[in-house]
């Protein structure tokens, strides 16, 4: 815990210097929101091999100063819904899928630099706070078990990670980003230990500029 609230307090100190030594008469404010396409990713089998993705959606705020020429920073305070959609195997002739939906408010730290015209690169870490969580049966062969819904918890209530992705001004006041997510920290948000789980999550995202 102690390791995740030091980097927490370093994205914090980021966002404070970058907000101070940005240009004021280019502050952008907005909102954003889009799809996620997320999964946990890491060494047991019981992820690589019967686990997929989850689509669900992210929506929040967006802000972007000016640096110098063709840098700005840009933070993000956002919900995001996430998680993945796991197979397990009851019997010889029977299966169920289980989506484990994990709700967290993440706070990104993107770095904007333009490549050419109106295409960005972005970087920058982020730091998400676990909100909750709950497991759900979507598909039973038998039915038995059809929309059994079970709370989640979390071994830990903070996900620190970095995210890389593109950016392109459509409009005066449109923006369209595709963003990769990883997380840094080891994640569990179900009641089994899996060894060095991490949060990954695609996001395709719409943000609309208010002044």
Not at 52 to 66: C, D, H, K, P, W
Not at 90 to 109: D, G, H, L, R, Y
Not at 113 to 141: C, H, M, T
């Amino acid at each position: 815990m102690g390791k995740i609230l030091k980097k927490a307090l370093l994205l914090t100190l980021i966002w404070a210097f970058a907000t101070q030594y940005c240009n004021a008469q280019n502050e952008k404010f907005g909102i954003m929101g889009g799809i996620n396409y997320s999964r946990i990713s890491g060494e047991s089998p019981l992820i690589d091999v019967a686990t997929t993705g989850r689509i669900a959606y992210n929506i929040g705020v967006y802000s972007e100063f000016a640096f110098y020429n063709g840098i700005s920073f840009s933070p993000r305070i956002i919900f995001s819904s996430q998680g993945y959609v796991q197979e397990l195997f009851q019997s010889e002739n029977e299966t169920m899928e289980i989506v484990n939906k994990f709700n967290f408010v993440n706070v990104p730290a993107i770095f904007k630099f333009r490549i050419y015209d109106e295409l960005n690169l972005q970087i920058g870490p982020q730091v998400g706070l676990w909100l909750n969580g709950n497991a759900e049966v979507i598909k039973s062969d038998s039915g038995e078990f059809l929309g059994d819904k079970t709370k989640l918890t979390a071994d830990s209530k903070f996900d620190f990670g970095g995210n890389l992705g593109i950016s392109y001004k459509l409009a005066d006041r449109f923006i369209m980003e595709v963003t990769y997510f990883h997380g840094f920290s080891d994640f569990v948000g179900f009641d089994f230990p899996v060894s060095k789980s991490k949060n990954s999550v695609f996001q395709f995202n719409i943000a609309y500029l208010i002044f």
